[in-house]
C-alpha cells in the first residue's frame, strides 16, 4: 500500500463520518435541502457566471456599434431577443440588473449575516455562561436593540452610516447585519443558561474538562444547535430588508443594481400597464428567499441527531480484548479515599445551609461502602464535593484525600486531572449526563484524551471498545447517540466511562434508578467485578437497601448532613444500633411485610438545625440532654458506631442496660 492510500483512508473515513448525518436524515429534509440549494445554487451562477455570458452589464445603457459611436437602449421595451427582460426607464437591461443584483444581495446577505452571527453567538454565549455583571450589561443593551422594529432599526443605522461614513453596499451591510444580532444573542444566552447546568456538563467537568472545554465542546455544540436554521432564515430576511431599504431609498445608492431599488421605480410602470420591469426583481426575490427558507428548515432535521432515523449499525468487529488490568503499584492496605470534617454548604435567601456537617469515613481498595439515608439528607452532596464539583453557591470545607491529593484544597488543575484518571462520579439518569450531539465514541475520546494527550484517537477509541465490552456492550454501538440505547445501556455506558481510565475510587450516585431488577442486578455485577478484579473502591449513594443488602461491604447511615450510624451490612440489617437506622431497616418491604412501617415527623431545616441530636424531635427514645448537645459516633459492637446518646461514649455515659431498650425496636412511631 503505497504512502497516499495510507493517508487518504484516514480522510476518506472523516468524509465518511461526517456525511453520515445526512444520509440518516429523512426524505423529507434532503429534499427540502435539494430543491432550496438548486435554486440557490442558479442564482449564485448567475450572479458569477451572468456577466460571462449575458453581453450587458446593469449599469448599461447603450452600446458602441462603431468605434466611437453608440446607440442606447430603447426605453421601457418589452421582453425581446436582444433585451431578454426588456428595458427599464432609464434604458437598462432589466436581465443584466438582475443578474448584477444577485451579486449585491449575495454580497451584503453573507457578511451581514456573518457579522451578526458572530457578535450575537459570542456575546450571548459568554454573557450566558459567565454571567454577573457582563451578562446584566450585555441583556441591557441587546433588548434595547431588540425593542426597535427591524426595518426602522436599520434605516436609522444606514441613515448615520451613510451621512457619517458612505452611502452604498458597507452601509447597508452593517444595517442590516445589527438588525439580527439581538436574535443570535437571545437564542444563544437562553441556551446557555440553562444547557450549562444541564447534567451531562456537570458529568465533563468530572472527568477532568478544563473550563474552556466545556465551554467550546459541551455548552457551544448545545447552543448552536438552532444557529444553522436562525442563518438561512436570517439569510432569506436580510434579502428582504435590503429590498426595503433600497425601496426606501435608504439602500445601496443608484444607479448600482439592487432588487428593491428597481421594483420602487417600476411602480408607476405598473399602472401603465409595463409589467415587466417590477415582475422579475419581484420574482427574483421570492425565489431566493424561499430557497434560503427550504435549506434551513431541511437543516433542521439534519442536524439534530433526534429528528434522524437511525442509522444502520456499523460492521461487525473481531471480539475485542477485555480490558487491561492497570493494577496500581501502591501498597494495597493505601485507602481509596479518607473524608475527614467534611462540610458542604451553600448560601440561601436564610442563612447558610450545611447539607453535610462534619462527615468523616475511610474507603478501601476493593471495598463498597453504601451511603443511606433520605431524600435531602446530604448523600449527593457529599458524593459531588468528594470531587469538588459544586454548584454556584456552595463551599466545601474539611479533608478529602484521594491518591494522595487533598481534593480540598488542592490547584483547580490538579483536581481536573484526578477526576476521570484516578477518582470518577456515576451519574443517575444516564440519559441527561450523555452530551445528545455527540456519539458515544466522542465522549470515550475526549475524555482519554484529556487526560492523556499523546493517545492517538485510534488507540482511544480502541479503548472505549475494551471498556464497552466490559459492561457489556458490543462495540459495533460505539458510534451510536445516547437516544439510541435504552435507560440500562445508557447506564453501563457512564459505567464504562468511569472505568477506562481505571480510577482507584468511583462514586456511584443512585446508579440503579429507574432501571428494572434485572438491569439493576447486572449493573451490580459488574461493580462487584470491578472491585474484586480492579481493586476500585466504591461509594454507592442510594436510598435503596435491598440494593445495599448485596452490593456492598460496609453502610454509612446519613441523616440531616449527619453519619449517625456506620458498621458491616450484616450488623446494620439484623442489629441495628441508632433509632433511625431501626426505622429505615424497618420500613423495608419484603414478601414477609404485612404492615407498611415509616418514620413519623420530618426531618429538621438544615439552615436551623436542633442544637441537640437532629433526630431528636422523631425519636421514640429521646431524652432531655438528647435536645442540649449533638451525640459523637462511639464505639456500639464489632466495627459498628452509633452517634447515640443510648450507648456510653456518645458524649454523656448512660448504662447500657438502662439505656437500650429491649424486645421490638419499633415502637412509638418508629
Known amino acids: 500500500m503505497g504512502r497516499n492510500d495510507m493517508t487518504s483512508t484516514p480522510l476518506r473515513a472523516r468524509l465518511h463520518h461526517a456525511w453520515r448525518p445526512f444520509r440518516e436524515s429523512g ?243 405598473v399602472a401603465a400597464g409595463i409589467w415587466w420591469t417590477a415582475l422579475w426583481p419581484g420574482i427574483a426575490i421570492v425565489l431566493l428567499v424561499t430557497a434560503l427558507t427550504l435549506v434551513g428548515e431541511g437543516l433542521n432535521d439534519v442536524v439534530n441527531p433526534l429528528l434522524r432515523a437511525r442509522g444502520k449499525a456499523g460492521r461487525k468487529l473481531n471480539a475485542m480484548p477485555r480490558l487491561r488490568r492497570a493494577r496500581r503499584q501502591d501498597d494495597a492496605e493505601r485507602l481509596a479515599a479518607r473524608v475527614r470534617d467534611l462540610r458542604v454548604g451553600y448560601r440561601t435567601a436564610d442563612g447558610p445551609l450545611w447539607a453535610v456537617d462534619g462527615v468523616s469515613f475511610d474507603l478501601r481498595p476493593g471495598e463498597c461502602v453504601a451511603l443511606v439515608g433520605e431524600s435531602g439528607c446530604g448523600k449527593s452532596s457529599m458524593g459531588r464535593a468528594m470531587l469538588r464539583l459544586m454548584p454556584p453557591g456552595g463551599v466545601v470545607h474539611g479533608q478529602v484525600e484521594i491518591g494522595g491529593t487533598d481534593v480540598v484544597t488542592a490547584p483547580e488543575s490538579e483536581v481536573r486531572r484526578l477526576r476521570g484518571e484516578r477518582a470518577a462520579l456515576m451519574f443517575q439518569e444516564p440519559m441527561t449526563r450523555l452530551n445528545p450531539l455527540q456519539r458515544v465514541s466522542d465522549h470515550f475520546v475526549e475524555m482519554i484524551r484529556t487526560h492523556r494527550p499523546k493517545t492517538s484517537r485510534d488507540e482511544a477509541r480502541s479503548m472505549a471498545r475494551e471498556a464497552l465490552v466490559q459492561v457489556g456492550i458490543p462495540p459495533t454501538r460505539i458510534d451510536n447517540y445516547p437516544h439510541e440505547f435504552s435507560g440500562g445501556m445508557r447506564q453501563r455506558v457512564m459505567l464504562a466511562l468511569s472505568i477506562v481510565l481505571t480510577p482507584r475510587l468511583i462514586v456511584a450516585d443512585e446508579p440503579t434508578t429507574a432501571l428494572d431488577v434485572i438491569v439493576e442486578s447486572q449493573i451490580l455485577s459488574i461493580l462487584e467485578r470491578l472491585r474484586a478484579e480492579e481493586e476500585v473502591g466504591i461509594l454507592l449513594i442510594t436510598h435503596n437497601l435491598g440494593v445495599v443488602a448485596e452490593a456492598c461491604d460496609r453502610v454509612a447511615v446519613m441523616y440531616a448532613g449527619k453519619i449517625v450510624e456506620t458498621g458491616p451490612v450484616d450488623e446494620i440489617f439484623n442489629n441495628p444500633k441508632h433509632p433511625y437506622t431501626r426505622g429505615l431497616v424497618a420500613s423495608t418491604i419484603s414478601l414477609k411485610t404485612t404492615e407498611l412501617r415509616s418514620i413519623g415527623g420530618y426531618p429538621p431545616s438544615l439552615v436551623d438545625p436542633p442544637q441537640g441530636c437532629r433526630f431528636a424531635p422523631r425519636c421514640p427514645y429521646v431524652m432531655d440532654h438528647c435536645t442540649r448537645r449533638p451525640p459523637e459516633l462511639a464505639e456500639v459492637g464489632p466495627e459498628q458506631r452509633a452517634a447515640c446518646f443510648l450507648y456510653p461514649g456518645a458524649g454523656q455515659p448512660v448504662p447500657y442496660d438502662v439505656a437500650v431498650p429491649s424486645g421490638d425496636p419499633q415502637v412509638s412511631g418508629i
Open 27 to 269: 426524505r423529507i429534509a434532503r429534499g427540502l435541502i435539494y430543491s432550496g440549494a438548486g435554486v440557490i445554487a442558479g442564482f449564485l451562477l448567475l450572479a458569477f457566471a451572468g456577466p460571462l455570458l449575458y453581453p450587458y452589464g446593469g449599469t448599461q445603457y447603450r452600446v458602441e456599434t462603431e468605434p466611437g459611436e453608440f446607440a442606447t437602449f430603447p426605453e421601457l421595451a418589452p421582453p425581446s431577443a436582444e433585451h431578454w427582460l426588456g428595458t427599464t426607464k432609464d434604458q437598462f437591461d432589466v436581465f443584466a440588473r438582475i443578474i448584477d443584483g444577485a451579486t449585491i444581495a449575495f454580497t451584503v446577505m453573507t457578511l451581514a449575516v456573518s457579522i451578526a452571527m458572530v457578535v450575537g453567538v459570542t456575546l450571548g454565549l459568554f454573557s450566558g455562561y459567565r454571567g454577573g455583571r457582563l451578562d446584566r450589561i450585555a441583556v441591557t443593551a441587546m433588548d434595547a436593540v431588540y425593542a426597535f422594529p427591524p426595518l426602522v432599526l436599520a434605516i436609522i443605522v444606514a441613515f448615520v452610516l451613510g451621512a457619517y461614513v458612505s452611502p452604498g453596499v458597507v452601509s447597508a451591510t452593517f444595517a442590516v447585519g445589527v438588525v439580527y444580532i439581538p436574535q443570535y444573542f437571545r437564542v444563544v444566552r437562553n441556551q446557555t443558561l440553562s444547557v450549562k447546568e444541564e447534567p451531562f456538563v456537570e458529568a465533563a467537568r468530572s472527568f477532568g474538562a478544563r473550563n474552556r472545554t466545556v465551554l467550546g465542546r459541551y455548552v457551544f455544540f448545545n447552543v448552536v444547535q438552532t444557529v444553522p436554521v436562525i442563518l438561512t432564515l436570517n439569510a432569506a430576511d436580510a434579502i428582504l430588508v435590503l429590498a426595503a431599504l433600497g425601496f426606501l431609498g435608504y439602500g445601496v445608492q443608484p444607479p448600482t443594481p439592487e432588487w428593491g431599488y428597481d421594483i420602487s421605480q417600476a411602480v408607476d410602470d
